[in-house]
């Protein structure tokens, strides 16, 4: 069982800690809103990888390679529209003060939907998490819901603490909050950029 539980935190680990949509739209939401209020958005994963893994198992194999691209495709559209929002932010003339009572379901779901149109979750899945699963069950069942757990703990919680330390370094003065919206509205850009150019050349390729 240990070595499930050690299994489960290195890739819940490598997941959390690799730069990606995901954390840019940590660092834009904690300019918005403040870390306590974007804290909730570190519980997204366990809304969108359900859907993520029962595609990712049963049906990338056999599924098109197109749908990877068009997935991706949708992903960069998304970021971009993120990168909008904080590229607005960053305009304002004053410092976007957190809600009052800011908008945490909204924050959860925004996160989901950033996770279930990412590819790399269902590259995951299908290369590296479904396969552990699969084998941990095949020994014992609690094998396997051991790996689950530490690895949606160990993400989770990574994540939070992402989210913390970005926060506490927004909280040095509105300036650095300020700039976190030009940052996160640079890197979701970015990244946006990346993903419609991957999903795009490899759609013209296929059309040729």
Do not use: C, H
């Not at 994963?45 to 997935?71: H, Q, T, Y």
């Not at 269902?122 to 689950?148: K, V």
């Not at 909050?177 to 946006?192: C, E, T, V």
């Amino acid at each position: 069982m240990i070595s499930n539980i050690l299994i489960g935190v290195s890739i819940a680990l490598s997941a959390s800690l690799q730069p990606g949509p995901l954390q840019a739209f940590y660092l834009a939401k904690v300019a918005q809103l403040g870390w306590r209020r974007t804290l909730p958005a570190a519980f997204a994963p366990l809304l969108s990888d359900g859907p993520i893994a029962l595609v990712s198992i049963l049906l990338i194999n056999i599924l098109p390679p197109a749908f990877r691209d068009w997935l991706q495709l949708g992903g960069g559209i998304l970021l971009f529209y993120l990168a909008w929002s904080a590229f607005k932010n960053w305009q304002k003339d004053q410092d976007p003060e957190p809600e009052e009572e800011g908008p945490a379901p909204q924050t959860i779901f925004q996160a989901a939907l950033i996770n279930l149109l990412n590819p790399a979750p269902y590259l995951g899945w299908s290369l590296i998490m479904g396969p552990a699963l699969l084998t941990a069950w095949s020994e014992r069942p609690i094998l396997a819901i051991a790996l689950l757990v530490s690895f949606y703990f160990t993400l989770i919680s990574t994540s939070m603490v992402l989210i913390y330390l970005i926060g506490r370094t927004a909280s040095l003065g509105p300036g650095v909050r300020k700039s976190f919206n030009l940052i996160s509205a640079l890197l979701l850009a970015g990244l946006g950029s990346y993903f419609l150019y991957q999903a795009g050349t490899r759609l013209a390729a296929s059309f040729v």
